[in-house]
């Protein structure tokens, strides 16, 4: 029984994915990749919703968390930026334009952001998400969700980097907020 218990341990040790409870992947064509979404307790902060962004530097992997209490903020905020993204896409394919950008409103309740360089472990208190779309010179649409440019200290050579989600169709918000619902079912 001793031994059955030290096996169990281990492997709670070793994957930590078994021991968050619910973990599951949205996906993102833009950067044709899976990203983790999942719930867990983030240094004793309480449970949290974990959401993979993707980076413009190589060197740093960001996860945005939500308040387990702002999680239905996040999801109805993904619904309204998502409305917005379908309407202004209608709209450009139809007048044909090109090269432009545009805030799309939206009212994320702030978050924090932990960024896992190959060195460190840097985290964000208080950060505020904001949306964007844009239509890139060939026509494609886009909606951006990023987070303010994240600092590494002074002398570190990961230097800046900005976190974001890119959403390339409205299944794409679909995916990520079906997932969110049922890891807070």
Partial sequence: MKRFLTIITFIYIAFPIFAQGNANRYYMSFFARYNVVALENYNNKGYCLRVDMESDNKYVAPSLYIKYSNIENFIINLEIVKSQFIKYTKQSIKDRIKNIEIPLDSYFKRAFIVYNTRTRIYEDDNIKLKA???????????????????????????????SFMIFQTSDEF??????????IK
């Fill in 174 to 183: 679909d995916d990520l907020i079906n997932t969110t619902k049922k890891l």
């Fill in 132 to 162: 964007l779309f844009e239509v890139k010179e060939d026509g494609q649409c886009l909606a951006v969700i990023e987070s303010p440019e994240f600092h590494a200290q002074k002398g570190d050579a990961v230097g800046t980097a900005h």
